[in-house]
């Protein structure tokens, strides 16, 4: 009896696991990231430490999947979320949020330091070429950085991340943007 209750027990938690897991680039998924997302916002409402955020996009992705096969933009996938599992700490919550789109919560990161950890990133990306058979592909992404700030809703810090990010499209992609530069130029 006891034997089952263990087994039952690691079917139970590989199961869990699974919930909350994207099984192409090995990162947490989108649900366990709204998950995450509401926890730490309310830690951040209550003791208003500093709460980052980074959206990273891989720059032409539909031309990696158009030209070399839906395989190969998996494999850019999953080679996307090791770069992100190096480049961050364990307190750190790196999430696919659909598509070729990563989203990280940095706890205790203010917008600097969220940048810095943006810009390792990308440079890790663009450093290392990706191989499809024969072919070299260079693969770069884009991040946008934002930070939570008082009077902030749950989706409020994501927005300001994301319209980052699409000024760094709009730039040429290949670079990372903080909710700053948007405040800047508007």
Avoid at 7 to 19: K, W
Avoid at 40 to 67: C, G, Q
Avoid at 83 to 105: C, M, N, Q, S
Wanted: hydrophobic share 35%.
């Amino acid at each position: 009896m006891e034997q089952e209750t263990a087994t039952l027990r690691e079917h139970v938690e590989q199961a869990r696991v699974e919930a909350f897991t994207d099984a192409l680039t090995g990162l947490n998924n989108r649900h366990a990231f709204d998950c995450r997302l509401e926890e730490e916002y309310a830690r951040w409402n209550r003791y208003e430490y500093p709460l980052s955020m980074i959206v990273v996009d891989v720059d032409h992705f539909k031309k990696v999947n158009d030209t070399y096969g839906h395989l190969a933009g998996d494999k850019v996938l999953h080679v996307i979320g090791a770069h992100l599992r190096r480049a961050t700490r364990k307190v750190d919550f790196p999430a696919r949020y659909g598509g070729e789109e990563v989203v990280i919560l940095l706890p205790e990161v203010d917008l600097q330091g969220a940048r810095t950890v943006a810009e390792k990133i990308r440079q890790a990306v663009e450093e290392k070429p990706f191989h499809s058979g024969e072919s070299r592909v260079n693969i770069t992404v884009s991040c946008g950085v934002a930070s939570f700030r008082k009077g902030d809703g749950r989706k409020t810090q994501f927005e300001r991340a994301d319209e980052a990010l699409y000024l760094a499209k709009r730039e040429g992609r290949n670079r990372c943007r903080t909710e700053e530069q948007i405040e800047l130029q508007a």
